[in-house]
């Protein structure tokens, strides 16, 4: 590869960590083409790029786009997951890849914003719910205190109610 190709892969690589929400590594040696196409096609569906690098040009771009801690996770012969929206469906695609194809494709680890994730944490993070179910979980929850609340104000409000009438019918009955 001439330089300028290089400088070209480099700031291409930058642009697309700086873009990023997650990128996860992965060790893609064992594939075959076939696997390597049908694995990116998964991947292209929810909008994640998958692409091989070479290690030192993503080092470059790690350095280069401040987000050193991504080397710490590049070993080998490595292809990088860059997802730029829901930090849970890159991880989630790619496991999901392994459960049905039973291939084996080596996790080295990912890089979430700044944090540095394992592999161990990235297989943790595909179990997470979306963030869609995560937010409605949220709500509900807050809606279920809203409502606890309302009930509890409206209690005293309604046995205001039920002892004003019991003193109407007391009066209509005595009087």
């Known amino acids: 590869m001439r330089l300028e190709q290089k400088k070209e892969t480099v700031s291409e690589l930058a642009d697309k960590l700086a873009r990023a929400t997650i990128a996860i590594t992965t060790s893609y040696s064992g594939l075959t083409v076939a696997q390597m196409t049908e694995l990116r096609r998964r991947l292209r569906q929810e909008q994640i790029e998958y692409r091989v690098v070479k290690n030192n040009l993503a080092r470059f771009a ?27 469906a890159p991880a989630k695609t790619l496991l999901d890849y392994v459960r049905s194809t039973k291939i084996e494709l080596g996790i ?62 007391q009066l209509e009955e005595g009087g």
């Open 62 to 88: 790690a350095e280069q786009t401040g987000r050193e801690g991504l080397t710490s996770v590049i070993q080998g012969p490595t292809a990088i997951a860059f997802g730029y929206g829901d930090v849970v």
């Open 108 to 169: 080295l680890g990912g890089l979430m914003e700044d944090r540095v994730l394992s592999a161990a944490e990235v297989t943790a993070l595909a179990t997470l719910p979306s963030r869609e179910v995560l937010i409605a979980r949220v709500l509900s929850g807050m809606q279920g205190s809203i409502y606890g609340l309302v009930n509890v104000l409206n209690a005293n409000i309604v046995g205001l109610v039920y002892l004003l009438n019991a003193r109407k019918q």
